[in-house]
């Protein structure tokens, strides 16, 4: 058997057999804490990145952030007036914010002082029909 004909049959062995020794095992993680842990000892300051922010893009951006902004009014404001719902909100209050503890409520977004509906006339609705259910 030739070299290269060797060379052609082990290669596609050999570089599967790396890449899960490396990926599979763990050996690649344990490669970059060994790296890590020896540049530790060789770099005395950290290396850190300096963002040069030119004020010209700066007044650019915060321009067009304005524009932007009085574009939204102008059109919110012509939406209102045009569908008859100018200042609909007015009055209102937003709802609370919910404590976040993570249990699952079905009335944990709605306002704890919400009456709700009046359901006590449902009965008289429904008439007899519902006594038949039992």
Do not use: H, Y
Not at 30 to 41: K, P
Not at 44 to 52: D, F, L, R, S, T
Not at 80 to 90: A, C, K
Not at 107 to 116: A, C, I, K, T, V
């Amino acid at each position: 058997m030739k070299r290269n004909e060797l060379k052609t049959i082990l290669k596609p062995l050999i570089k599967e057999c790396i890449k899960e020794v490396i990926f599979e095992d763990g050996t690649l993680s344990s490669i970059i804490t060994e790296v890590v842990q020896g540049l530790r000892g060789t770099i005395k300051q950290p290396i850190m990145e300096k963002k040069i922010i030119k004020s010209n893009q700066s007044n650019q951006s915060n321009t067009a952030v304005l524009e932007a902004r009085k574009a939204l009014e102008e059109t919110k404001r012509n939406l209102q007036n045009s569908t008859g719902l100018n200042g609909i909100f007015e009055g209102t209050t937003p709802l609370k914010q919910s404590s976040g503890n993570g249990n699952a409520n079905a009335l944990r977004d709605m306002d704890p002082s919400d009456p709700g509906v009046d359901i006590s006339g449902i009965m008289q609705i429904a008439g007899g029909g519902w006594n038949r259910i039992k």
